[in-house]
C-alpha cells in the first residue's frame, strides 16, 4: 500500500490507552532491567548525539542512540543499513509485508501490527533510545505518520524522542538521508557492506536503464471491490526514481495526490504494456482478472502482470526489486 491510501481509507484500530503517569512508572520499571541483547554490553559510549529532522526537529542526547524503533518501513531500512530494531511498529503483520521478505526479524519485539495500534506498554519496556518513522507531506513535529493521533504521538515521545525522513521527491534523496541517519548513529556508510550495497544498486539502476529501452510501458495499481486505482508515478520515490532511470510509466490524469480512482467499468481508461500490481492488501492477479473490462487489456491477456512490492529507502531493498524490473522488461513485449 501507498501512504495516502493507506492513511485514510483501510487503515484504523484502537490506540492501547496507557496515562502519562503510568507511563512513568513503566519507564522507570524499565529501567531498572538488564541490558537488552540488541545493545552491545562491550561498545563505547558516544556522544554527544544531535540530529535535525526532515520536519526541522532538532534532537539533542548526551549519547550516540544504540537502541532504536521504529516504524515498519524505517525499520526495514535501518536493518538493510546495519542496524538492528529493538521494537517496530508497523500497520500490517511485517511477516506478511513484501518489506520484510528478506529479513531477520527474530530479535526484534513487534509491539504493533495494525497502524495506530501500538502497545505502549511493549515499546518502553524495550528502553529505545530513539524512535524513527516515515513522513509525508502535511505532517508536523505534533502529527506524525505511523502514529493514531497527536496524543499517542506524545506519548511516544515521552518513552523517546521521535524522528523522521520524509517520503518525498526520488527514492535516491530518501535512500542518501536515511544513509546520513545510520552514519550518525555509528554505521561505516565508506567501506564494507554499505559501500558494496550502494555499488550493487548502482549496478541494478545502469541495468533498469538499459532495459527500459525496449520502450514498454508501465502502470502500478491497486485493486479492491468497490474501485481500480491506478497510481502517479512521480508522487512515489521509488517510482519516481524508476522513471529518472528512463522507465516509461503512462501519465495518470486526475487532480489528487498519488492516485487516480477509476470505476471497474473503466479499467480500460490506461492501457500500458505490464501492470505492476500492488501486493499490499490489494487484489490478486486473480481477482484482476476477474474483472471484465480490466481482463480485456493487452497486458492481462499478454499475461503480463508482475507484482509491485513497496521496497524500503536502502541500497539492498531497491535494488533487489530493480532487478527483478529489469527482468520483466527483458522478457515481456510490446503489446500495446
Not at 502529527?143 to 521527491?169: C, H, N, R, W
Amino acid at each position: 500500500m501507498t501512504p495516502d491510501l493507506t492513511r485514510r481509507r483501510l487503515l484504523g484500530g484502537s490506540l492501547a490507552t496507557l496515562s502519562v503517569a503510568a507511563l512513568g512508572s513503566l519507564l522507570a520499571s524499565c529501567g531498572q532491567d538488564g541490558a537488552s541483547p540488541a545493545a552491545a554490553d562491550d561498545a563505547p559510549e558516544q556522544g554527544p548525539w544531535t540530529w535535525t529532522d526532515d520536519l526541522g526537529q532538532q534532537i539533542a542526547l548526551d549519547a550516540t542512540p544504540t537502541r532504536i524503533a521504529a516504524y515498519g518501513d524505517a525499520a526495514a531500512a535501518l536493518i538493510n543499513f546495519g542496524i538492528t530494531p529493538v521494537a517496530l511498529f508497523h500497520y500490517m503483520d511485517p511477516e506478511q509485508d513484501s518489506t520484510f521478505e528478506d529479513l531477520d526479524l527474530s530479535e526484534v519485539q513487534v509491539v504493533g501490527s495494525a497502524y495506530g495500534e501500538i502497545s505502549l506498554e511493549a515499546l518502553a519496556a524495550t528502553r529505545p533510545e530513539l524512535v524513527v518513522t516515515t513522513l509525508y507531506d502535511g505532517d508536523t513535529p505534533d502529527s506524525m505518520y505511523g502514529f493514531k493521533d497527536e496524543a499517542q504521538l506524545a506519548k511516544v515521545k515521552a518513552i523517546a524522542p521521535v524522528v523522521g525522513v520524509l517520503q518525498t521527491g526520488s527514492a535516491l534523496d530518501v535512500i542518501k538521508t536515511n544513509e546520513r541517519l545510520v552514519a550518525s548513529l555509528g554505521i561505516d556508510v565508506e567501506t564494507g557492506t554499505v559501500a558494496d550495497d550502494r555499488a550493487a544498486f548502482e549496478d541494478a539502476s545502469a541495468a533498469l536503464t538499459e532495459a527500459a529501452g525496449s520502450g514498454l510501458t508501465v502502470l502500478p495499481v491497486y485493486g479492491e471491490d468497490a474501485n481500480y486505482y491506478v497510481a502517479k508515478a512521480p508522487d512515489d520515490p521509488a517510482l519516481r526514481y524508476y522513471s529518472d532511470l528512463g522507465l516509461s510509466f503512462v501519465p495518470v490524469q486526475g487532480k489528487d495526490y498519488y492516485w487516480e480512482v477509476l470505476s471497474w467499468e473503466n479499467a480500460d481508461t490506461y492501457r500500458p504494456d505490464i501492470v505492476l500490481y500492488s501486493v499490499r492488501d490489494s487484489f490478486t492477479p486473480e481477482q484482476l482478472l476477474g474483472q471484465p473490462v480490466f481482463a480485456r487489456l493487452e497486458a492481462a491477456r499478454a499475461g503480463q502482470l508482475h507484482p509491485w512490492k513497496f521496497k524500503s529507502m536502502d541500497y539492498k531493498s531497491q535494488t533487489s526489486y530493480l532487478e527483478e524490473l529489469a527482468g520483466w522488461l527483458a522478457r515481456d513485449s510490446k503489446v500495446t
